[in-house]
């Protein structure tokens, strides 16, 4: 399959660069402006190309309601409803314009989430470079309609999706006016467990659809990301916090500073590791060959004495002749006298 790639703003998407890293802010700023403002400085020098908000309120997510379905029972989040939680989680709007500015400030792309029409709205008027659309909203089909329509590279993650659910999602997006979309496997259970993670989907949802592929990392630590560059992801996003002890909707599995900063560091590593298909020594093995084995003569002979297993062994340095030529030698005279140490070639024969 030919390799795709294609730009949000500044930066390359594809194999042929480093993954593109995403920040996940969520709703860990814990609803203080300077710790948003201090997480986005934190996640810029930590190394993260870039940062994402999740653009809702708690009205356009849900009813304000505690019956039901509308009450939460969830290890992390439950004993309350969902009204409550989306309240506790959210950005203010009017925090995303300077949040915004100051990643950029530092040199990161800064864009969202939005989670209905009046979000992506809202976005356009900040001149976002990418929309993200989360798992719980990749059937949402209006919604990708209109963020396809901007025209602005589209990331999708795919947590609980179906291949059917996938296709009429990528379907809509294309025919609206998405012409760059990356597809990020995603396991909608926060944390994620790597068992629940399936990173072998990743070149199959390549091929299947035809985009860039990455993923949506709710694990703890790095090893499901790091591996996930050796299966084709080329964009990872994973949630980030200052300081886990801190608490914060997501901080649980969310990444520290520090962690972030060994996460570009590995997967940066992993993606040049890559490298192509390469068989024989490369340019910088070609000095080591020398210390391969190959057939020498370890006790002094005499011409006209033949090779023997007391005489001919395969050690280090590797300037005789490959180690797998001692049968034919074993036997064979050589035509003049030779020092222990010497290394055999076919010359050495009478």
């Not at 194999?15 to 300077?34: C, T, V, Y």
């Not at 710790?35 to 009813?63: N, S």
């Not at 210390?291 to 005789?320: T, W």
Request: hydrophobic share 40%.
């Amino acid at each position: 399959m030919t390799d795709i790639e294609f730009h949000i703003a500044t930066r390359s998407i594809g194999r042929d660069h480093p993954p593109f890293l995403i920040a996940e802010m969520s709703g860990n700023h814990n609803q203080s402006l300077d710790r948003a403002l201090a997480i986005v400085e934190a996640a810029a020098h930590a190394g993260a190309h870039a940062l994402k908000l999740q653009t809702y309120t708690a009205d356009t997510m849900t009813l304000n309601l505690d019956t039901g379905e509308f009450h939460v029972e969830h290890p992390l989040w439950g004993g309350q409803s969902l009204h409550a939680l989306y309240q506790q989680a959210y950005t203010p709007w009017e925090w995303h314009a300077p949040i915004f500015e100051r990643a950029r400030e530092l040199g990161m792309l800064a864009f969202s989430t939005p989670f209905d029409e009046s979000a992506v709205d809202f976005l356009e008027e900040l001149h976002v470079p990418a929309y993200k659309i989360a798992s719980f909203e990749n059937t949402d089909l209006p919604l990708i309609r209109r963020v396809a329509a901007t025209g602005k590279p589209m990331i999708i993650s795919t947590g609980m999706a179906t291949v059917a659910e996938l296709d009429e999602s990528v379907r809509a997006a294309r025919a609206a006016g998405c012409r760059d979309l990356v597809l990020l496997k995603c396991t909608s259970t926060y944390p994620a467990t790597p068992e629940n993670t399936h990173l072998r989907t990743l070149p199959h949802l390549r091929e299947l659809f035809g985009c860039e592929v990455g993923l949506s990392d709710h694990t703890m630590g790095l090893g499901a990301a790091v591996a996930s560059v050796a299966l084709g992801a080329t964009v990872i996003e994973k949630h980030f916090t200052l300081d886990r002890a801190e608490g914060g909707v997501d901080s649980t599995f969310s990444l520290e500073p520090a962690e972030f900063a060994q996460l570009r560091l590995e997967t940066e590593r992993a993606w040049a590791a890559l490298g192509t298909v390469s068989y024989g020594p490369s340019t910088a093995e070609k000095s080591s060959l020398v210390f391969r084995r190959s057939l020498y003569v370890v006790k002094d002979m005499r011409a006209g004495e033949v090779f023997s297993a007391d005489n001919l062994r395969a050690i280090r340095p590797g300037l005789g002749l490959p180690p797998g030529q001692i049968d034919i030698l074993l036997g064979k005279k050589v035509a003049r006298d030779v020092p222990a140490g010497t290394p055999v070639s076919w010359q050495l024969l009478g």
